[in-house]
């Protein structure tokens, strides 16, 4: 059975940082895609980044690059989404998700996803 775990997440000033945590089972994770997605009230998923499995190699949305860092640790199959310099719009639950192989940005394309969890960003 896959399980997408995720952690962290919470209340923060504007301009602060927060990091998510993703603990994976049940998967190849190293031929895994991971992604961070997020959803605002009222407003549709959307892509924030993914991570390849083969080498680590990364793409972000352009609201959020520079800013955020998608990271792994294979070894705790585990995915990471370090958040910096967040602002008020960033306020959305934060998602996790898998899919093989290929990276994508559509949350259409994801097959397995985490429970999701809440991100408050004050100003």
């Known amino acids: 059975q896959v399980q997408l775990v995720q952690s962290g997440g919470g209340l923060v000033q504007a301009g602060g940082s927060l990091r998510l945590s993703c603990a994976v089972s049940g998967l190849s994770f190293s031929v895994y895609v991971m992604a961070w997605f997020r959803q605002a009230p009222g407003k549709e998923r959307e892509f924030v980044g993914h991570?390849?499995?083969?080498?680590?190699?990364?793409e972000y949305a352009d609201s959020v690059k520079g800013r955020f860092t998608i990271s792994r640790d294979k070894s705790e199959s585990t995915v990471y989404l370090q958040m910096n310099s967040l602002k008020p719009e960033d306020t959305a639950v934060y998602y996790c998700?898998?899919?093989?192989?290929?990276?994508?940005?559509?949350?259409?394309?994801?097959?397995?996803w985490g429970q999701g969890t809440q991100v408050t960003v004050s100003s």
């Open positions: 998700a898998a899919r093989p192989l290929i990276p994508r940005i559509g949350a259409r394309e994801y097959n397995f």
């Open positions: 991570i390849s499995g083969n080498y680590d190699s990364t």
